[in-house]
Nanobody, 123 residues
Framework: QVQLVESGGGLVQAGGSLRLACAAS????????AGWFRQTPGKEREFVAG????????GYADSVKGRFTISRDNAKSTVYLQMNSLKPEDTAVYYC????????????????WGQGTQVTVSS
């Protein structure tokens, strides 16, 4: 059992920055990959970024490349999403997720999900 708790969401002006954190507790050994998704009302959940626990390999949605950076601190069992140059279109509920394989996680096939944190970008 793994519990994921997100933090860092909030309201920010366009062009600003936020850093989301996802703290994992419980049995995290099998969760070799972690990532972030986002969802807005009426839209399907969208993959944002992912990272492997072992090798540090990362992947990003095209819409956030160059603006968002995912990172990890295994000692703290925490995954971060640094969001820079935020745009109103980034407004969404952001969810942390964890799973065994990044390629599956990217498809939304996660083993664990956080509760979500709201990110609102004003223009």
């Amino acid at each position: 059992q793994v519990q994921l708790v997100e933090s860092g969401g909030g309201l920010v002006q366009a062009g600003g920055s936020l850093r989301l954190a996802c703290a994992a507790s419980g049995r995290t050994f099998s969760s070799s990959a972690a990532g972030w998704f986002r969802q807005t009302p009426g839209k399907e959940r969208e993959f944002v970024a992912g990272i492997t626990w072992g090798g540090g390999t990362t992947g990003y949605a095209d819409s956030v490349k160059g603006r968002f950076t995912i990172s990890r601190d295994n000692a703290k069992s925490t995954v971060y999403l640094q969001m820079n140059s935020l745009k109103p279109e980034d407004t969404a509920v952001y969810y942390c997720a964890a799973g065994s394989l990044l390629r599956k996680l990217r498809l939304g096939l996660a083993e664990y999900w956080g509760q979500g944190t709201q990110v609102t970008v004003s223009s």
